[in-house]
C-alpha cells in the first residue's frame, strides 16, 4: 500500500513538473527552465517506474535507457542548429511509435479487457504509427534525403480510402471477442502506410505546421496508451502535449491563412504559383548596402531560413552591434512560420546571442515597417512575399505577412535568381524600393560588415 502511495504521488509530482516545464517553455527567457523542470519530471516518473509492483526485466529496462539516452545525448550534441528542425520532428515520430508499439505489445499479450481500453489502445496506435511514419518522411523531407513532394493520382480520394481502411480494420479489432494478429499487424501496416501517403505531397512550406500537428498526434496518442497501462503520469503528459501541439498548430495555421485540412489536403507545391510577376531584380553591391544601413535611423532584420542554412546569425549579430555603436536602431522581425519548424529563428538568433527584447513577432513589428529606413532580408521568401495582400490566384493569398515592402529601402540577401522553397516566385524582388544582395548569407553579411567597419573609422 505504501509502495503505491509513492508510486501515484510520484506521478502526480512528475505530471505537475511536466507542466511547470511546458510553461517555461513558452518564453525564450525561461524556455531552458523549462527544460530542466520537464527532464527532472521525466527522470522521476522513469525511475519510480521501477518500484511498480509485478515489474520484471528491469535488465531490458536498464539496456534501453542506456541505449535511448546515449544515441540522444551525442545526437543532441553534435547536431547543427540548423538541423533542429529535422531532429525535432524525428524525436517527435519516436515519441508517436513508443506509443504504437506499447499497443502492440498489448495486444500480442491478449489480457486488455473491455471494450473501452480496447478502443482507447487502438486509437493510440493509429494515431501514434502516423505520427512516427509522417514524422520519417517529414525528417527526410528536412535532411534533404526526399528532394521533392511525391502527389499520387487523385491522393485526396487514396488519402480517404486508406483512412477509412484503416479505421475499419481498427474497428474490427475493437470488437472481435479475441486478439487476431494478422488483422493486428495489417492494422499497424495500414497505419504507417497512411502516415507516409499523406505526407509526401506536403511540401516545405507547410513543413513548420505539420511537424507541430504530428506532436499533437504523439501526445494524444501517449495519453490514450497511458490509460491502457493506467499510468496516470502518461496519461497527464499526452494530453497536455496534445493540447499544446493542437493549439500551435492552430495558431500556425492561422498564421498562414490556411486550414489544415488544405495543409494536409491542399499542399501549396499543388496549388499553382499566382500570377507571373513583372519587372526585374536590381542587384546591390556589400559596399552600398553598408552604407544604406550605417547611415539609416532604423533598421529592421528579417531573417529566415537561408540565414540558417548559411549559420549566418553570429554574423549577423555582429554587424547589429556595429550599427548600433553607430547610432542605427535595429530590431529583429520574426514571423510565425520562419524557418522550418515553430520558433526556429528565435532559437538561432537566441545562439547568437541576441537579446530577447529586440525580437518582435509579426503583430508587434509590422507597423514599424513604414517608418524604418531599411528592412533587410536574410533568406526568407514567403513571409515577405506582398503577393499574399495582392493576388487572389497565389496559393499564400490572405497569409499574414512581414510588411518588409513598405520600408523605405528593403536589403534582400539571396543566394540567387531562384524562387523560396515553396516554388512561388515573391514580387517584392521585383520591387522598385528592393535591392538584391546575392551570395551566401555568412559570406554577404561578411561583407557588409568590413565596409560598415570602414565607413565608421
Do not use: C
Amino acid at each position: 500500500m505504501a509502495i503505491k502511495w509513492l508510486i501515484d504521488a510520484s506521478y502526480f509530482v512528475a505530471a505537475i513538473l511536466f507542466i511547470l516545464g511546458l510553461k517555461g517553455m513558452s518564453s525564450p527567457v525561461s524556455a531552458r527552465k523549462g527544460i530542466v523542470w520537464a527532464g527532472v519530471g521525466m527522470v522521476l516518473a522513469t525511475v519510480v517506474t521501477f518500484l511498480t509492483p509485478g515489474m520484471n526485466n528491469f535488465a531490458l529496462m536498464v539496456i534501453a535507457i542506456a541505449l535511448g539516452g546515449a544515441v540522444a545525448w551525442i545526437s543532441g550534441k553534435k547536431v547543427a542548429m540548423t538541423d533542429m528542425p529535422q531532429m525535432v520532428a524525428i524525436y517527435n515520430g519516436m515519441g508517436g511509435g513508443a506509443a504504437a508499439a506499447i499497443a502492440a505489445v498489448e495486444f500480442a499479450r491478449g489480457e486488455m479487457h473491455g471494450t473501452v481500453v480496447t478502443l482507447l489502445a487502438t486509437l493510440g496506435a493509429l494515431i501514434g504509427a502516423v505520427s512516427f511514419s509522417g514524422s520519417v518522411v517529414a525528417w527526410a523531407k528536412l535532411q534533404g534525403v526526399m528532394k521533392k513532394a511525391f502527389r499520387l493520382p487523385a491522393q485526396n480520394a487514396v488519402n480517404i480510402l486508406l483512412a477509412l481502411v484503416t479505421v475499419a480494420v481498427g474497428g474490427a479489432i475493437v470488437i472481435a471477442p479475441t486478439v487476431d494478429p494478422l488483422l493486428v499487424g495489417a492494422f499497424f501496416v495500414l497505419a504507417l502506410l497512411l502516415g507516409v501517403i499523406i505526407t509526401l505531397p506536403i511540401g516545405g512550406a507547410d513543413m513548420p505546421v505539420v511537424i507541430s500537428l504530428f506532436n499533437a498526434f504523439t501526445g494524444l496518442a501517449v495519453g490514450f496508451e497511458g490509460f491502457v497501462m493506467g499510468i496516470p503520469a502518461l496519461i497527464i503528459a499526452g494530453i497536455v502535449v496534445g493540447a499544446a501541439g493542437t493549439l500551435l498548430t492552430q495558431l500556425m495555421a492561422k498564421a498562414m491563412n490556411r486550414p489544415i485540412s488544405n495543409i494536409l489536403f491542399v499542399p501549396m507545391a499543388a496549388a499553382g504559383g499566382g500570377e507571373a510577376v513583372e519587372g526585374e531584380q536590381k542587384e546591390v553591391g556589400a559596399m552600398d548596402a553598408a552604407a544604406l544601413m550605417r547611415y539609416a535611423s532604423k533598421v529592421i532584420i528579417v531573417p529566415g531560413y537561408g540565414m540558417a542554412v548559411a549559420g549566418a546569425q553570429h554574423k549577423v549579430w555582429e554587424m547589429t552591434e556595429l550599427l548600433e555603436e553607430a547610432g542605427v536602431e535595429v530590431v529583429f522581425a520574426i514571423h510565425p512560420v520562419a524557418g522550418r519548424m515553430p520558433g526556429h529563428m528565435n532559437v538561432l538568433l537566441a545562439e547568437a546571442g541576441v537579446p530577447y527584447d529586440k525580437i518582435f513577432d509579426l503583430e508587434e513589428i509590422n507597423g514599424d515597417f513604414a517608418q524604418a529606413d531599411v528592412a533587410l532580408v536574410i533568406g526568407a521568401n514567403d513571409v515577405v512575399n506582398p503577393s499574399a495582400r495582392t493576388d487572389k490566384s497565389s496559393p499564400i493569398y490572405g497569409m499574414p505577412i512581414l510588411n518588409a515592402d513598405m520600408a523605405q529601402n528593403v536589403i534582400v540577401v539571396k543566394r540567387g535568381k531562384g524562387t523560396g522553397y515553396s516554388g512561388i516566385e515573391n514580387a517584392l524582388f521585383y520591387k522598385d524600393n528592393t535591392r538584391l544582395l546575392y551570395g551566401s548569407a555568412q559570406q554577404a553579411i561578411g561583407e557588409v560588415i568590413q565596409h560598415v567597419k570602414a565607413l565608421s573609422v
